[in-house]
């Protein structure tokens, strides 16, 4: 009799193990040792997940349909900057970096051809090169979009599908990736980005941060709607 009590508790016991595995396999999300590669040689600091990052980060590339986990989280310093590089699971790769100041005054900077932020309120400005601006504040992003702003537009690499300024961060996002170059090349052109848009008006404020002066003939026609342009 208690050989068979003894082989019934073996059986649930091993039936509870593989449960627990299971459980663990479905619902934890596994380390990416390529990323976590990455950000050791970088002085970062990986974990598996962050999920408080959904309440930090929502516009732009972060505007996923099924609200994807955050995943292989890679957080560190960027030339004294704090910078974050992450999964939306499967979706897409995030790169942010701080730039140390908010502003209500939205940009969002994409491949000419890919769909517009879903986002009310944002609208194109006009073509920066290769790529197209949207904006929230268009007499603001007009004195942005200077020929700074346009090389910059010239030289992204072909692989990031949006760069967007969010509360006091700039962000990238990519398709999913691992490659080392890429993240180290998006980290530097997400933080060029940042300083380019340290003439935004801080949060509370309408006007650009300038000296004044004309507008840059460089900068991109605007794209008016029927209503402004009297159609």
């Known amino acids: 009799m208690s050989y068979v009590v003894f082989l019934i ?6 039936a509870l193990a593989a449960a627990l595995i299971w459980y663990e396999r479905n619902h934890t999300p596994a380390m990416n040792s ?11 600091v990986y974990s598996a997940a962050d999920p408080a990052l959904h309440d930090e980060f929502h516009r732009g590339g972060m505007a996923v349909p099924g609200d994807p986990a955050i995943v292989d989280v890679a957080y560190g310093s960027y030339f004294g900057a704090a910078a974050y590089v992450f999964d939306l699971q499967e979706a897409a790769t ?17 491949p000419e051809g890919r769909p517009a932020p879903a986002e009310p309120g944002m609208e194109p400005l006009g073509a920066l090169g290769p790529r197209v601006l949207y904006t929230n504040n268009a007499e603001v992003a007009r004195r942005v979009a200077d020929r700074r702003m346009i090389t910059f537009a010239e030289q992204v690499p072909d692989y990031i599908e949006s760069l967007w ?7 990238a996002s990519m398709a999913v990736t691992d490659d080392p170059e890429d993240l180290d090349e998006s980290l530097e052109a997400v933080r060029r980005f940042g300083d380019l848009l340290r003439v935004l008006p801080p949060e509370g ?4 941060v300038t000296s004044g002066g004309p507008r840059d003939p460089g900068q991109p026609v605007p794209v008016r709607s029927g209503k402004e342009s009297g159609r």
């Open 165 to 171: 300024n969010e509360g006091e961060w700039t962000l």
């Open 9 to 14: 508790l073996a059986v649930v016991c091993a």
């Open 34 to 44: 390529e990323r976590a590669d990455w950000a050791a040689e970088r002085e970062f």
């Open 205 to 208: 404020h309408a006007r650009v």
């Open 94 to 110: 995030v790169v942010a970096v701080s730039r140390g100041a908010s502003s209500g005054a939205l940009l969002d900077l994409r």
